[in-house]
């Protein structure tokens, strides 16, 4: 029996009418005109309806989840569209949702809102149930349960339809905890009516299926027991052009055919009543029918032998009197096609006909191209026979997956920086290298092999694809666990190509692992065979990301932090898991974050679109796409190396003065807060001594063997321990009791390598570097109560300086033994009052003193760097500005805020919340233990 919405559609002229124009297209976008009610109070829970209302209509109720961002809304007018039969060539596109275009950031729905859709011409009406914003409102269970138990809401359900995009290799916590938040409401056997809406996808199979089936998500699954899912682009409302048309019509017919399989589906499935909870189903769906693949691959197949026949029917046309400027153009044509063959063989067909019209001299023109068209054709398949050779079989294809055999060593003893070498190194060829940066399954090793595929000259024909990388396959875990250069040798190119892939951050193996990262990076371009120079800094962003997540604004952060200003201009986006359209949301996310990067002609960020699905294997169902994504790929890397030609090399000189400046300011702002701790506690000292002086004053003078309590404050040095490798152990001065460099002093294998270190003194304290020492312990600031009589404690401020604090000694000058007459004692504790305010207002200055050095290193470090709101930065700025506001620096104090302010409008809310709970590590007290 044919579905009932498979019947003839309403009229376009009679939608028209029942709808206003939002833009005119093409498509025309329209607005469908509809009554609205609301089922509570509050408005939460809303019922719009389309058409004429007919109580004893059939019904298919859908329910629709996701988080924000994967594109509910465009589905629902998907599903609208797709209802009232609007075909593409209609040039319209109707929408019953009505929200404003906010950031998207924020869900574009705010309530649960029930969309009722009625046709005179079908015999089933259509209702769909969109949720809010799940992952903000945690509310939404509590009004679903209302909804089901209004008097006039939802009781039945035909499917829960999950929201995922395509780009998603992981289920995030958020994410499962809205799924799960959802089915808890119904019995276990809603899973036969639980389905995949999967948006922005290129119609291949994806990562997201292994990410459902590891997370367990409840769900119906096909014959193939894989999750049953559904297909959709979300790009059939973008507005039409030349470039963009084919696209959109794919896009379109992709929507529709996903659609009619997702009723088809519905057939087999049984409604679920909600009054007592929810029923059993009865059958699973069966795969995609793929005729429609095959009838467009026909199509395809007959349009290239037309344009051939022409070809042939021109040249036959002009056999006698072949002109110079026709044959030129033909053969211009023709030395371009991709199929080099086919190329020789009108060569041969042309020389002929050539000669026939006594043209000798165009005749052997077209012999020698011919001779070179050989010569190319004979390299390019030696090219690849040279590449097979040096080269293991991973997968027998197509295409075949071949490992390319590598030279491999390391830049550091714990092999956390390698080098991997293709190809025959030539020390006098030019070179191009080029940092990858992007977060964990964002494609960056598939990135590398594309990159490597196109130097080598690899083409879609050959039907082989080379890997150059070798890491486990685990999406929750980045397949990168080192910093690797990869090293590419051609002989057929003038330049050799290297490729420096980090670790994909932010995986879950936790955030010591993230400065791991940057410590390693910091380490290759400091090494004395590692990179000198950059060509480019890669950002990697999926296509499908409306907004730029708090763990990525750290992961750039992080990385552009380690550049001078002037490496701006080589900072680009490679966009991956792209449909070939203009990633206009990433592009919005991009400059919202102001992430430095090079503009182009438009003022956009310069950005280089791929899809990251060449080394698929290929069936009669998605050659074609692989086919199309290959050509992307290619097209992009081409555009990409005109661009770096263009652009000019950065020597990383600036960087590597960037980062030694850097560690020696930190060291010293690290210092200078613990100086300033130290002094604000010795302040605290003092002053408990002058009090228990005044309240003991009367004993004192009595009887100068009175005993009182004080709290004595001393530095003392410890062993270190719960420290992560980079902070096993630090450089002390002996003389100043001073930890100079306590954090991130891994490098040094002596005292006089020490980044603090320079021309024989430190940079912290002044001292001589023969004064130092480093090893695993550093001096920390202890207390303890002592019991003393006045002479003692006259004698302990005379005799000892081992707090390395200066004292007034000749304020106890005047003091007597405890044999003067009480009167003299008297006198000796007013002096020694006298005496410790002194004290305390030089403490007072010396704090101020080291408030304006730190004040200076971070407005030095702020300077210095392309990124510098750094983790380490933000902390400093924390501690530093109510110290300033106490010296009374109202100046100095405004601009530090200035640059806590401007740090935190170039992140996001989520970004800077990152960053803080990074503090602890970067400054290294996320692994060391207070004393």
Not at 475 to 487: A, F, K, L, N
Request: glycine share 4%; charged share 30%.
């Amino acid at each position: 029996m044919a579905s009932s919405f498979d019947n003839e559609s309403p009229t376009i002229n009679d939608l028209m009418k029942k709808s206003t124009e939002i833009s005119s297209g093409p498509p025309a976008v329209r607005r469908l005109l509809t009554t609205r009610s609301n089922l509570d109070e509050s408005g939460k829970i809303r019922k719009w309806t389309f058409g004429q209302q007919n109580a004893n209509m059939q019904n298919k109720t859908i329910l629709m989840v996701g988080e924000t961002g994967t594109g509910k809304t465009t589905l629902i007018n998907t599903m609208t569209n797709y209802y009232l039969g609007v075909k593409f060539e209609d040039n319209v596109w109707f929408e019953i949702t009505e929200e404003q275009k906010k950031d998207q950031t924020e869900s574009k729905t705010s309530e649960i809102t029930v969309y009722e859709i009625f046709s005179e011409q079908k015999s089933e009406s259509l209702t769909i149930i969109d949720t809010p914003r799940i992952d903000k409102d945690m509310k939404i269970s509590q009004n679903l349960c209302k909804l089901f138990l209004h008097e006039t809401g939802v009781k039945s359900l035909d499917a829960v339809c999950l929201v995922l995009k395509s780009s998603q290799n992981r289920i995030s916590e958020r994410l499962r905890y809205i799924f799960e938040a959802i089915l808890a409401l119904f019995g276990k056997d809603i899973e036969r009516n639980v389905v995949l809406f999967i948006t922005h996808t290129d119609r291949l199979t994806v990562d997201f299926l292994e990410a459902v089936e590891k997370e367990k998500i409840l769900c119906c699954h096909n014959a193939e027991n894989k999750p049953v899912h559904f297909l959709f682009n979300n790009t059939q409302s973008v507005m039409q052009t030349a470039k963009t048309k084919r696209t959109i019509k794919l896009a379109w017919e992709m929507g529709q055919s996903s659609m009619k399989r997702f009723l088809d589906f519905l057939k087999s499935r049984q409604r679920k009543g909600l009054t007592m909870s929810v029923s059993v189903l009865k059958e699973r769906m069966q795969l995609e029918d793929c005729i429609q693949s095959l009838k467009k691959q026909i199509e395809f197949m007959e349009e290239t032998e037309k344009e051939l026949s022409e070809m042939q029917n021109l040249l036959k046309l002009n056999k006698e009197n072949i002109l110079l400027k026709d044959a030129s153009e033909l053969i211009m044509k023709l030395s371009k096609t991709t199929y080099s063959p086919l190329t020789l063989c009108y060569l041969d067909f042309l020389i002929s006909r050539v000669e026939e019209a006594g043209e000798e001299e165009w005749a052997q023109k077209l012999k020698e191209l011919q001779k070179r068209k050989i010569s190319s054709f004979n390299n390019e398949s030696s090219a690849i026979n040279d590449l097979m050779q040096k080269s293991t079989e991973l997968s027998s294809g197509p295409p075949a997956v071949r490992r390319l055999l590598t030279t491999r060593s390391n830049l550091d003893e714990s092999g956390k920086i390698r080098k991997w070498t293709f190809g025959q190194k030539y020390a006098n060829m030019k070179n191009k290298t080029i940092l990858l940066v992007g977060e964990t399954g964002t494609g960056k090793t598939t990135l590398i092999n594309t990159m490597a595929n196109y130097y080598l000259g690899v083409k879609f024909e050959d039907k082989v694809w080379f890997e150059i990388t070798e890491e486990e396959k685990c999406q929750t875990e980045s397949q990168t666990s080192e910093i690797t250069v990869y090293e590419i040798f051609s002989e057929q190119k003038s330049f050799s190509l290297s490729i420096i892939d980090t670790p994909g951050y932010g995986d879950t193996r936790g955030i010591e692992k993230d400065v791991e990262i940057l410590l390693n990076l910091c380490n290759l371009f400091l090494h004395e065979t590692g990179v000198k120079s950059l060509d480019a800094v890669c950002l990697v962003l999926t296509a499908s990301q409306n907004r730029i997540s708090e763990r990525q604004c750290y992961i750039f952060n992080g990385a552009l932090s380690l550049f001078g200003k002037d490496a701006m201009d080589i900072i680009v986006f490679f966009i991956t898991h792209s449909d070939g359209l203009p990633p206009k949301d990433v592009l919005e996310s991009v400059e919202k974050e102001k992430i430095p990067c090079c503009h182009d002609a438009e003022n956009q960020p310069v950005h280089f679109l791929f899809n990251n699905r060449q080394f698929q294997k290929h069936t009669a169902k998605n050659k074609r796409a692989v086919k199309m994504d290959w050509e992307m790929g290619e097209k992009s890397l081409e555009e990409f190396f005109e661009f770096l030609k263009s652009s000019e090399r950065k020597s990383l000189t600036m960087t590597v003065d960037v980062l030694q400046e850097r560690k020696q300011l930190e060291a010293c702002v690290q210092s200078w807060q613990e100086c300033i701790e130290f002094i604000e506690v010795k302040q605290r000292e003092l002053t408990e001594v002058q009090n228990a002086l005044i309240q003991n004053k009367e004993q004192i003078e009595k009887d100068i063997n009175h005993l009182f309590t004080v709290r004595r404050v001393y530095k003392e040095k410890v062993d270190i321990t719960d420290a992560s490798w980079w902070d096993e152990k630090a450089t002390s001065c002996d003389v100043c009791k001073k930890n100079c460099h306590e954090f991130g002093c891994w490098r040094s294998p002596t005292v006089w390598w020490c980044e603090i270190i320079s021309d024989n003194k430190c940079k912290v304290c002044g001292c001589h570097y023969t004064t130092h020492t480093r090893e695993a312990k550093k001096y920390v600031t202890k207390e303890k109560s002592e019991t003393v009589t006045f002479e003692e404690l006259k004698n302990k401020y005379i005799n000892t300086n081992a707090e390395n604090i200066t004292y007034d000694k000749s304020a106890f000058n005047t003091v007597k033994t405890e044999h003067e007459k009480k009167l003299k004692r008297k006198e000796e504790l007013m002096n020694q009052e006298s005496s410790l305010t002194e004290l305390l207002a030089k403490k007072e200055k010396e704090k101020n003193s080291s408030v304006k050095e730190a004040y200076e290193a971070i407005i030095k470090l702020s300077e210095i760097a392309l990124k510098p709101d750094s983790a380490f930065t933000l902390q400093y700025l924390e501690f530093l500005i109510p110290r300033v506001e106490e010296a009374g620096e109202a100046e100095w104090a405004q601009k530090l805020k200035d640059l806590q302010k401007d740090a935190a409008k170039e992140s996001t809310t989520y970004a800077v919340g990152y960053l803080n709970s990074m503090k602890g590590f970067f400054s290294g007290k996320g692994f060391v233990s207070k004393q």
